[in-house]
Every structure is written in structure tokens, then in C-alpha cells.
């Protein structure tokens, strides 16, 4: 019998998803922002590069505001219509005060209840090394809520400490603690995804709508056997 996972907590109104690179969300985790804004609840997007180191293909100075549109089309297909871009260079973003001052300013100015990130650890499924940028992001936005809350930390930002976050959901981990039912959702998280065409195009001769719905269906499906058989969005759930 495969262990259960707890449904997320749904008794807040803002959520602010923190990642390294646009398409960081809308591989697997956008079909759950879809149904949290169905729901009536607020989304928020910081994105800390503009992904332009992402195309082989296409030089930085194209490629950056070719990805911030696509982030902003994905961001639009689900609902979420703020989507803020830090500027720091893709591919070698470094952890460090620097960046945890930008995060803790931008959870001060979104004051949310939610903070989602994607996955930090060192690898994806035990198996595949995860990138130096997702593992300075996420391990910086852990840091940054409890900065962000304190007022002698970083205290030159334009907003006012906010120690209202309660939960941090991190996606794409092997091991969740929590679970969102996507049946509604699903298919704008598809749709989601496949806005990145330029991205797509570029990483694989696949048909960028087969290349997307076999990615977030087969990851929903997947997840459901941990979800009383539902098509879910997991995450490791850290409270506060």
C-alpha cells in the first residue's frame, strides 16, 4: 500500500511562487496554481533570471525577452497576471545575501501566506544532478522567509517586514509530503507549458503540445497513486 499524502493547506488567500527561470513552474506544478486561482485565491510569480542563458540556439540578448513573453503568456494561461523578473544572470546565480536580499524584499512587497519553490535538492529522483541555479534559489527562499520577517535584516527594502508566511511548498521532490487535485487544472497546466515554444522547439524535435501533455499528464497520473488515485501536484510542505 503506497503511503498517502495530506492535502495542501487551503485556508490562505495569497500565494507567491519564488523560481530560478521561466518554465521552472509550468513543468508539473502550473496545473496546481490553476486551481488555487479557480478557487479565488492569489498568485504571484518572481522569476530571479530571464532564462536567457536556456537556448542553445538563440544568443542571451535575443533569447531573454523571448522568454520573459512566453513566461508571461504561461503565467496568463493559469490565471496569474503579476510576474516579476530579478534580473540575475541565468545559469550561475549565486546564493548569498545579495539574493536573499531580493527575495526577502519581494516576499515583502507580495505579503504572502504561501511561499512555492521548486526543487533544491542535489539531485531530481536520486538519479539526475539538479542545477546550481534551482539549488541556490530554493535554499535562498527558505532563508529569505525568515528574513524577510525581520526587521533588522535587510531593513533598507522599500516594503515593510511581512512575517505572515505560513507554509513553504516546494514542487517536484521525490519526496512529498502534500498533495493538490488537479482534475480541473490539468489541462491549462498543459496549456501552460506549452506556451514555452521557442523553449520547446529548441530542446526536442517532438511536437511541443505531444512533448507537453505527455510531460504534465504523466506526471499527474503518476502522482495519483499517492492521492487516492486523483491527478495531483505534489509538494514537500515545510510550516512556520
Known amino acids: 500500500m503506497t503511503d498517502q499524502l495530506e492535502p495542501m493547506p487551503e485556508d490562505w488567500q495569497r500565494a507567491l511562487a519564488i523560481v530560478a527561470h521561466p518554465d521552472d513552474l509550468e513543468y508539473g506544478c502550473a496545473a496546481a496554481v490553476a486551481t488555487w486561482t479557480d478557487a479565488g485565491r492569489e498568485v504571484s510569480y ?20 523571448v522568454r520573459e513573453q512566453e513566461e508571461r503568456a504561461s503565467a496568463a494561461v493559469v490565471g496569474v497576471t503579476n510576474v516579476e523578473f530579478l534580473g540575475h544572470p541565468d545559469g550561475v546565480i549565486e546564493y548569498g545575501t545579495a539574493l536573499r536580499e531580493d527575495l526577502a524584499a519581494a516576499i515583502r512587497r507580495h505579503r504572502p501566506e504561501l511561499v512555492v519553490t521548486l526543487n533544491f535538492d542535489d539531485t531530481w529522483a536520486g538519479t539526475h544532478w539538479n542545477t546550481p541555479d534551482h539549488r541556490a534559489v530554493g535554499r535562498a527562499v527558505l532563508d529569505a522567509v525568515g528574513d524577510a520577517g525581520n526587521r533588522w535584516i535587510f531593513p533598507d527594502t522599500d516594503a515593510e517586514p511581512w512575517n505572515g508566511v505560513r507554509w513553504v511548498a516546494v514542487a517536484g521532490v521525490d519526496s512529498p509530503t502534500h498533495a493538490v487535485d488537479v482534475t480541473d487544472g490539468l489541462e491549462r497546466g498543459v496549456r501552460s507549458l506549452m506556451e514555452h515554444r521557442a523553449y520547446i522547439e529548441a530542446l526536442t524535435d517532438e511536437d511541443p503540445e505531444a512533448y507537453a501533455r505527455g510531460l504534465i499528464e504523466g506526471f499527474a497520473r503518476d502522482e495519483a497513486k499517492r492521492f487516492g488515485g486523483r491527478p495531483a501536484v505534489t509538494f514537500r510542505l515545510y510550516p512556520r
Open 46 to 65: 518572481v522569476i530571479v533570471t530571464s532564462g536567457e542563458a536556456g537556448i542553445d540556439t538563440l544568443a542571451p540578448d535575443r533569447s531573454g525577452p
